[in-house]
């Protein structure tokens, strides 16, 4: 009982010292400018069932004028870059919002302010 109190206080500490230390490299990340923000439009959503349950597929569109990334040709990418989600509210549409993607990887990108729906 007592080797395994230790070993469950040894992952406790390990994955605090980890979380620590991923919080404390983020916030570099974000401020030297490996990041760009734009603006995405959300394209008109599509109303799915499956297995009696609605929901919503709907897609980010958006511009990486600031990308640095390249594709297997050399070519730069640029966009417009198309991300697809899935949700249980139908966002309102036309819309947009402001995003913030990588510079060396566009496709990974975070919406920074909140989506609007219907109903809301």
């Known amino acids: 009982m007592i080797k395994k109190s230790w070993m469950w206080l040894g992952i406790l500490v390990i994955g605090g010292v980890l979380l620590g230390v991923v919080f404390k490299i983020l916030p570099k990340v974000h401020n030297n400018k490996a990041y760009a923000t734009g603006v995405a439009h959300i394209l008109k959503p599509e109303k799915r069932t499956d297995e009696g349950k609605v929901f919503y597929f709907f897609s980010y569109q958006y511009e990486a004028s600031e990308s640095t990334a390249v594709n297997d ?9 198309v991300q697809s989600t899935l949700s249980q509210r139908k966002p309102k549409y036309p819309q947009n919002v402001r995003i913030q993607y990588m510079k060396e990887e566009p496709i990974v990108f975070e919406v920074l302010e909140p989506l609007s729906f219907e109903n809301e």
């Open 73 to 81: 040709l050399g070519v730069p990418i640029k966009g417009p870059i």
